[in-house]
């Protein structure tokens, strides 16, 4: 796959700017753009989360192998760009900006430095002031974009779709966690709108007759 080619290319420019980052480099104040610590909070652990998941569950070589099969390719980050790509098609279901200048942005720009594994964590104060190599980290959306073009459509969850034969567990798991992610970054403007909760609904139901693929979502 080209796009997966590209991915990989903007994935290792990006490891190579965190690697050599200056103490001096160019910040920039992202709390200006109205982010409540609240909010921050929320995705801040939602994110980790998913995170944690994909480290416990996602690198065992089961669904490693899922993931070279839907992609005929074994290089050992397919497993992270295919969450990527899950993310980012989340982002599109409930049509929110990714851009790290908006609030519900912030929450990927999070996500993408935790699962990249190559910097601090992201406290809420140091909001105001993020390193242009941290900032950098937009420029791979483009490119998980096209990827997720390429494989198929784009408001459903690839990932899933991998796991769920493998073990139905892990899956409903995995969407919970996603569930919740969107659900905190739905919750920006202290509503749910008609089509943010149909997202949701898509994650928690499959839009499916099998009930056996839902999850509970009561107490999330």
Not at 142 to 149: K, T, V
Not at 191 to 219: F, G, H, K, Y
Request: charged share 25%.
């Amino acid at each position: 796959m080209k796009s997966l080619d590209n991915l990989y290319n903007q994935f290792y420019l990006l490891l190579a700017k965190m690697d050599n980052h200056a103490e001096n480099e160019i910040k920039t104040n992202l709390l200006q753009y109205g982010i409540a610590p609240e909010y921050y909070e929320r995705v801040d652990n939602a994110a980790a989360l998913i995170v944690d998941f994909y480290t416990k569950y996602l690198t065992s070589d089961e669904f490693q192998k899922g993931v070279h099969e839907i992609l005929k390719d074994e290089r050992k980050e397919n497993v992270k760009f295919c969450l990527l790509i899950d993310i980012l098609r989340c982002y599109d279901g409930l049509d929110h900006p990714t851009s790290f200048t908006t609030p519900e942005g912030i929450a990927f720009m999070i996500l993408l430095a935790k699962l990249l594994g190559k910097s601090e964590k992201i406290s809420y104060e140091k909001l105001a002031s993020v390193p242009a190599s941290i900032l950098a980290l937009i420029d791979i959306i483009p490119s998980i974009n096209e990827c997720s073009e390429e494989l198929g459509n784009k408001y459903s969850l690839l990932l899933s779709s991998i796991i769920e034969p493998i073990d139905s567990s892990i899956d409903r798991l995995y969407r919970m966690l996603l569930y919740n992610l969107c659900k905190r970054i739905a919750e920006v403007d202290g509503e749910i709108s008609i089509s943010e909760q149909e997202w949701l609904n898509e994650i928690a139901l499959l839009n499916d007759d099998n009930p056996d693929t839902d999850i509970d979502v009561r107490d999330i």
